[in-house]
């Protein structure tokens, strides 16, 4: 049995909880949030009458020490939450984003390497079908090298809370999905970009809710993200709406069901090559999928065989590179260089 204390019980929290109950082997011990009646409410909702409740993870930790920690809280909170957890020698599965900085992110991430303990990141939107199914497609080299990746992300939601107060909101809250499921599904190593942002006149944020951003993906790869969190009307998909452009052909998804690719065959009409319709071909049964569930059993099972799981955070990092450059070109006008993970 895998007992977690979970830490920061907000909207978020309900998929995690959703999720650990269809998990055999995996109980919820604890429930930690600064606001104690959030937490109860939780135990109430998800019958977890015997959970330790508090507004203090270290000394929910210290009361129950459980093998694991699962970080709901914001962004803000994430070091504070990450060092105690390490520091009860707790495997931790954090929320995304893995920090609010990238000296929060290294210290993380360094942290978990002294610890010696698992730590990854929900990067939920790279465990989608489609998403998989993208990537097994351009390995299989059927319309060649990825060569040019294009995102376009609308959608408008009022949430109210943190992110209507904070830097960056696009950026640093959302885009880090669109960001690490490119990088994902042509292989990328980020290695700069160029980015502005902007406040339409009739935003709701304080800062940041329009980007346009131009990654190099490395190997000539170049990736352009355009977003707003609060264009109204024709909403895109979470997932974001795609084109990927390959050396012999091309693809689109719409980011539900819609995934489509043409490859070129010999001969011209006219001015154009010829085009082809070409199958993307069904889930393979060893993509793993599922979303929060997904994550939390990869996770699971690092942990019980001493791997480390795909979303682990030495890896995670690097999506997380492409927001922090993406934020210093927006703030400084300039290409910004993103570092390679060297060492993680
Ligand atoms: N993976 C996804 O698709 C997805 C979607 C939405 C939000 N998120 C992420 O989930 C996280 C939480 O978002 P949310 O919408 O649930 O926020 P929220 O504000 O609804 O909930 C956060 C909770 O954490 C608590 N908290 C803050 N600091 C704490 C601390 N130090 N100790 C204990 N509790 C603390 C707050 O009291 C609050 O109840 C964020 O990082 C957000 O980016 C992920």
Not at 69 to 79: E, G, I, S
Not at 193 to 202: F, H, K, R
Request: proline share 4%.
């Amino acid at each position: 049995m895998m007992n977690v204390v979970l830490v920061g019980c907000g909207a978020m929290s309900r998929q995690w909880l959703d999720a650990a109950r269809q998990i055999d082997g995996l109980a919820i011990v604890g429930l930690v949030d600064l606001d104690a009646e959030r937490a109860k409410a939780r135990a109430r909702e998800y019958d977890l009458t015997r959970a330790v409740i508090g507004t203090s993870l270290d000394v929910v930790l210290d009361q129950t020490r459980p093998d694991a920690v699962f970080d709901v809280v914001v962004p803000a909170a994430r070091r504070a939450v990450a060092f105690s957890a390490f520091a009860h020698h707790c495997h931790l599965l954090t929320e995304k984003p893995l920090a609010d900085s990238p000296e929060n992110a290294r210290a993380i991430v360094e942290a978990a390497r002294q610890a010696g303990r698992v730590h990854a990141v929900v990067q939920n939107r790279r465990y989608v079908a489609n998403v998989r199914r993208i990537r097994r497609f351009l390995d299989s080299g059927a319309i060649g090298a990825a060569t040019s990746i294009h995102a376009d992300f609308f959608v408008a939601p009022h949430f109210g809370g943190f992110r209507e107060e904070m830097a960056h909101v696009l950026l640093l809250d959302m885009a880090i999905h669109t960001f690490d499921a490119a990088r994902y599904m042509v292989a990328g190593e980020p290695a700069g970009v160029y980015c502005q942002e902007w406040e339409p006149a009739n935003s709701w944020y304080r800062q940041g809710s329009s980007a346009a951003a131009v990654f190099d993906l490395g190997g000539g790869k170049r990736f352009t993200y355009a977003g707003s969190w609060c264009a109204v009307g024709f909403r895109t998909s979470w997932e974001s709406t795609w084109r990927i452009v390959a050396e012999r052909g091309s693809l689109i998804w719409d980011g539900n069901d819609a995934l489509k690719a043409e490859v070129v065959v010999p001969g011209r009409d006219g001015l154009f090559d010829k085009i082809e319709a070409i199958e993307v071909p069904p889930l393979d049964p060893a993509d793993r999928i599922g979303g929060h569930l997904g994550i939390i059993q990869d996770f699971m099972r690092a942990i019980e065989t001493g791997t480390e799981p795909e979303t682990r955070g030495t890896d995670n990092i690097k999506s997380l590179a492409m927001v922090f450059g993406a934020i210093e070109s927006a703030e400084t006008g300039r290409r910004v260089a993103i570092p390679t993970q060297e060492g993680q």
